[in-house]
């Protein structure tokens, strides 16, 4: 499973969990709370007519059964009234609260209702305790298993001097109330299925954006085991190098610390691969040396001697050649950006270059015509012309004696071309990978394979690119420079 899924379906567990014991105790709570406020007000209620009846009661006229009393028209009164009310969002449309009154006995001489009176409520737990002196107060059901049809009674006494004389109670069906517990716990589920809904949503997005986080860290974690433009031999195959995600609190810590472990393992790989790279390409002038120096020791004829001597000295030129590349390679692989003072002039760069390696072409009997529109633009000058002396050189090598070398010029772009033999097909794509070299018209491998590396680590520098091409005869190298200015 994954990690997103993984904390989502905890977010859920934990909140459902959280919702449905909160949900629980609400509801399991509202209807005891809506019971109690409505004992509350039956108890004020009874104690506070109660009062009012007493005079009754001490008259006799309670006794007397009918509208004989006062105050058995007045409740009379108040029972036969309508009334159209709202209290709060529970419509009201009936008076539903039932008063009845006993004497000392227990027997009924006032019922609102008109149904009881006359009864024996004396054995009722509400009256019986209320004529003991204690606080009486019953829930009956009208139908055994229908509790929706229980009523509650609260009873109050009523003093005729000092003395309880008989009990007045006041009753209201649970009915009455039901329609404020119903609605109250239908805002209660309501709000639990909104609270779960806007859990959700926060849920998914906090796990989306953690998520989201944590993809780009591991992106760049995998950015850590690609080459990079320091590791890689070509540098065209490399993935280019990516800046440490920005992140809030730790996460971006850890994204810092994967940045500091990336520059220290590009460090640590780029000394290896330079150490294999080095040791391999040493091996065959070192050898040459060696043997060429084992031989000097005999005694050899003057010819044989020059030769082998020749031989020591071209081969440490070889290797002097091959540090100075490296080194020139090695500090372009770690540079971050240019250097440019003022716009820098194709044409300008390109005949430097050309005066640089005039003397070696006309040594092979070679001519290098230039020919094209100038242009201008944000480019290192220095970098510019060792990117044409290498490309030129190239072409030197591999140009027979007494062709031309054509360098076109265009807006933002260098060609050079040679009528050599040119590359194979097969081998097109790897020119520019590190120490990689192709066989010379002579048949030697007497380059040290890091020119057109150097040349394609100096057009990433300025974001610009190199393209081979076929020329039929000959190569065609174009350096791409991007828009001049």
Request: charged residues 20%; contains cysteine.
């Amino acid at each position: 499973m994954h990690l997103g899924l993984r904390l989502l379906f905890a977010f859920f567990v934990i909140n459902g969990l959280a919702a449905f014991f909160v949900l629980r105790v609400f509801m399991v709570e509202v209807k005891p709370s809506v019971r109690k406020v409505t004992e509350d007000t039956l108890v004020e209620t009874a104690y506070a007519l109660a009062a009012v009846a007493s005079d009754d009661l001490t008259d006799g006229s309670l006794q007397q059964g009918g509208d004989a009393s006062r105050f058995a028209r007045q409740m009379r009164a108040y029972a036969g009234q309508s009334v159209q009310v709202w209290i709060w969002d529970a419509r009201k449309t009936r008076l539903d609260m039932r008063i009845t009154v006993t004497d000392a006995q227990g027997r009924v001489l006032f019922d609102s209702a008109g149904t009881d009176q006359g009864a024996d409520y004396s054995r009722w737990r509400d009256v019986y305790r209320t004529l003991r002196g204690e606080y009486g107060a019953r829930t009956t059901r009208e139908v055994q298993y229908d509790e929706a049809s229980s009523v509650m009674y609260v009873s109050a006494p009523i003093l005729v001097d000092g003395h309880i004389a008989g009990v007045l109670t006041a009753s209201k069906p649970a009915r009455s109330v039901q329609q404020i517990i119903d609605s109250a716990e239908s805002k209660m589920l309501r709000g639990g299925l909104l609270f779960l809904l806007l859990s959700a949503g926060v849920g998914f997005a906090v796990t989306w954006w953690l998520v989201l986080h944590v993809r780009r860290l591991r992106n760049y974690a995998q950015q850590v085991q690609a080459p990079t433009l320091n590791e890689a031999a070509s540098p065209v195959s490399a993935a280019p190098r990516l800046q440490a995600p920005s992140m809030p609190g730790e996460l971006g810590e850890l994204a810092r610390a994967m940045e500091n472990m990336r520059g220290r393992l590009e460090g640590r790989d780029y000394i290896e691969g330079y150490v294999r790279a080095l040791t391999h390409e040493l091996k065959s002038p070192v050898a040459a040396i060696r043997g060429a120096g084992e031989l000097l020791q005999d005694d050899l004829p003057p010819a044989d001697r020059t030769v082998f001597a020749r031989q020591v000295v071209d081969q440490c030129q070889r290797l002097q050649n091959l540090v100075d590349q490296l080194l020139r390679l090695s500090q372009l692989e770690q540079r971050r950006g240019l250097h440019v003072p003022a716009p820098c002039s194709l044409r300008a760069c390109t005949e430097l270059a050309m005066r640089q390696l005039g003397d070696t072409a006309r040594q092979r009997h070679l001519q290098m015509r230039l020919h094209g529109q100038d242009s201008s633009g944000p480019w290192e000058q220095d970098l510019v012309v060792l990117a044409l002396s290498n490309l030129l050189s190239n072409a030197i090598d591999f140009a027979p004696e007494g062709s031309t070398i054509e360098v076109d010029l265009a807006p933002g772009r260098v060609s050079v071309r040679d009528h050599g033999p040119g590359v194979p097909d097969a081998l097109l794509g790897r020119l520019g990978e590190r120490f990689f070299t192709t066989p010379r018209p002579n048949g030697e491998r007497s380059g040290t394979g890091l020119g057109l590396s150097i040349v394609l680590r100096i057009m990433l520098l300025h974001g610009g690119s190199m393209q081979v091409a076929h020329a039929c005869p000959g190569l065609r190298v174009t350096l791409d420079w991007g828009r001049p200015a």
